[in-house]
């Protein structure tokens, strides 16, 4: 917050089409996160178009909708609204004595062109001014100002009777007539200061109004700088060196227990770990208990926050602290409710502040928690600026719950679609390779699962952290390097995972090695060896090393080994692989009796699957076909020659179709899932009806 916001406009890229250029001034201003914050914040223009029906020009409102963030909307995120017919809005309500609330289905009554974006809530604060360019942003720098208690004084000794000034009033048809009265009893103001929110600020184009909203946020900046912001001390007292250094082992064994524990009615969450040093700062000053219990200011921060953080020091006893947590949601959620008020939601806190060791938060999955990690840490930024200058004070406890429980806001929850069937499952998919590896992850990201892709090359990781974020969101992926035969190895990549997302849940192991026997048809000691090390011992290690993570969380969970056709069909050239293979079956049903009634173990079982494997370089695919005396040709492309060798064993199943990284990844995806929840200890086959790999 402390740096000063550079402008970025460029006349050479702003667009000539107003609207196009709402568009442009919206992505400047949301894309920067001293202006506001993620998904705060809204714009508008005022432009002149032909009415579709009659052709007449008529004022058309162009407002941010609701939902989505304003660094990457697009015009398609924008409401378009008959300007007159929003404002007759206000007649009716006081014609009829109407709540402020039922004005929000109004609004798309007033829709031009029939413009399917959902007008938010903010729109009447851009309807009621008149100006052509509109911007409203959650500046830390300026909430800072708007959440002190000397507030009314520090927007006119900062902005020099430039800014006017509300009281805190819920986002809503009131707030905006309330700005159009401050602006008619001053009319020459630029912007109105909105306590304990943020600031709204108009011109009659838009690149003054992105000039003009920097300028206003610039001046709280250089207000608090000179004010000894930059050192914190007068805002959190004075600073006692604390950093906890085997914190990454403090986080390891706590996050699994947190994270289980608060699991609410069998929705899991997805772990934001923040060890920046404006966290860490904060939770070394005197009155960083003290501060975090006040409780946050602006909406768009509790919303994600809740209204108090829990402060756990290490040492402390976590059961005990999550139950005082619990008692006090729950008592402050009696004192405020009201007929009507929708029901508690989840009584656990979402933000965990640890004295040297750093910030936790929560969400359903990993963008949404590191989003409302970012909404605290802004907290911390208006705490941090408001005590420099004044006296912090957040909302008042009645406020704070009026807006986490609003109905529009539980309305908006109850709009979301149906989470997808791996939502807030986080999963550890050992095996980056291209083939069954990237389809089995491209089918899990697709259902919303946290995926973390593991592979002894870190080449290979990279690359599919690399297409995969790009596809799927980078939140989402993360990638790790491990040995799945040395537990060291192991257990540092979990640990990396529980340090990342706070937890685990799937286990998927496709790692194997198949090594080809010398021309007397024998395999040295040491391949073999390393078969078993890889394939069998391999495949215990991880598995034991993520039901443990699993156990200390206590939510269940699923481990998913890859066995092999060969486990049970006798044949040459493949002992060690075949044999090895076989062990992992018995593996899997000992590990299901073992781990039950938690922790589901079972395995699939493909046939040969060529295209895509690591296992079927071309060196190997071209001694098939000559072994089974399979014409090619050595000028044929790699994939010519695996589909020719995958159409001969094809030939061999029952249903005469190859086994594909896909259909073999679909297996995966089935026992990962809760689908076959039911189904524990078992080994299902993938091999397009092998008779002799028949169960028996």
Not at 54 to 76: F, H, Q, Y
Not at 397 to 425: G, N, S, V
Not at 643 to 666: C, E, H, I, N
Request: hydrophobic content about 40%; charged content about 25%.
């Amino acid at each position: 917050m402390s740096d000063r916001v550079p402008s970025r406009w460029d006349d050479s890229q702003a667009p000539q089409d107003p609207v196009d250029l709402l568009v442009y001034a919206s992505n400047l201003l949301g894309s920067d996160p001293r202006i506001t914050n993620y998904g705060g914040g809204n714009t508008s223009s005022k432009v002149a178009m032909a009415d579709p029906l009659t052709g007449e020009s008529v004022e058309v409102l162009w407002v941010k909708a609701s939902g989505g963030d304003l660094g990457s909307a697009k015009r398609a995120n924008f409401a378009s609204l008959y300007l007159d017919k929003v404002l007759a809005i206000e007649g009716l309500f006081n014609r009829e004595g109407k709540h402020e609330d039922e004005a929000v289905p109004l609004y798309a009554q007033a829709t031009f062109n029939l413009n399917p974006a959902a007008p938010s809530i903010d729109t009447p604060l851009h309807a009621y001014v008149p100006f052509a360019a509109v911007s409203h942003m959650h500046s830390d720098a300026i909430i800072a100002l708007a959440a002190s208690e000397d507030q009314v004084r520090l927007t006119e000794e900062v902005f020099g009777g430039r800014m006017g000034y509300v009281p805190w009033k819920r986002p809503g048809l009131d707030l905006g007539l309330m700005i159009r009265d401050e602006l008619k009893a001053k009319p020459g103001i630029q912007g109105v200061m909105m306590g304990q929110h943020g600031f709204i600020c108009w011109a009659d184009d838009w690149k003054a109004c992105y000039e003009l909203t920097l300028e206003f946020i610039n001046l709280a900046v250089d207000y608090l700088t000179q004010n000894d912001y930059a050192s914190g001390e007068a805002a959190f007292g004075p600073f006692t060196p604390n950093a906890n250094e085997s914190a990454d082992a403090y986080l390891t064994a706590l996050l699994p227990e947190l994270r289980g524990k608060i699991s609410y009615k069998g929705q899991r969450l997805v772990a934001h770990v923040d060890r920046s040093d404006t966290v860490l700062k904060f939770l070394s000053g005197a009155k960083a208990k003290e501060m975090a219990g006040m409780g946050t200011s602006c909406p768009d921060h509790f919303l994600r926050t809740k209204i108090w953080p829990l402060y756990l020091e290490p040492g402390m006893d976590l059961d005990s602290a999550l139950a005082t947590y619990r008692e006090n949601y729950q008592a402050y959620y009696d004192r405020c409710k009201v007929p009507g008020s929708p029901a508690m939601r989840n009584p656990n806190p979402s933000v965990v502040l640890i004295p040297g060791v750093g910030m936790v938060s929560f969400n359903k999955n990993a963008k949404e928690a590191r989003v409302t990690g970012e909404f605290y840490r802004n907290a911390i930024e208006v705490m941090r600026g408001a005590e420099a200058v004044s006296k912090y004070q957040g909302l008042p406890e009645q406020e704070a719950f009026d807006i986490e429980y609003w109905q529009l806001e539980e309305a908006k929850l109850q709009r979301m679609p149906a989470e997808k069937e791996m939502a807030r499952k986080i999963v550890l998919l050992i095996g980056a390779g291209p083939g069954i590896g990237r389809q089995t992850a491209e089918r899990l990201l697709a259902q919303d699962a946290t995926l973390v892709i593991a592979d002894l090359q870190a080449t290979l990781v990279d690359e599919a952290v690399a297409e995969l974020g790009g596809k799927f969101g980078k939140d989402n992926v993360f990638g790790t390097t491990l040995d799945i035969t040395n537990r060291p190895s192991v257990r540092a990549a979990i640990d990396a995972v529980i340090l990342r997302f706070g937890g685990l849940d799937v286990l998927i192991n496709i790692a194997a090695v198949f090594f080809p026997p010398d021309t007397s048809g024998r395999l040295d000691d040491e391949r073999w060896k390393r078969t078993y090390d890889i394939n069998l011992v391999g495949s215990y290690i991880v598995a034991d090393e993520t039901a443990a993570t699993m156990r200390a969380q206590g939510i269940g969970g699923s481990l998913v080994l890859v066995s092999s056709a060969n486990a049970v069909v006798s044949k040459k050239g493949s002992v060690a692989y075949d044999t090895s293979k076989a062990a992992v079956n018995h593996l899997v049903r000992e590990l299901a009796v073992e781990h039950a009634p938690d922790i589901r173990v079972n395995a699939i079982a493909p046939a040969t699957v060529v295209a895509g494997s690591q296992m079927f370089p071309r060196d190997r695919v071209v001694a098939s076909l000559s072994k089974y005396s399979i014409a090619y040709d050595d000028t044929m492309s790699d994939d010519d020659l695996r589909d020719r060798l995958a159409d001969f064993y094809a030939q061999r199943t029952l249903l005469k179709v190859p086994v594909t990284p896909g259909r073999v990844a679909d297996a995966l995806y089935l026992l990962a899932s809760d689908r076959l929840g039911l189904t524990t200890g078992h080994v299902v086959p993938v091999d397009a009806g092998l008779a002799d790999a028949f169960l028996r």
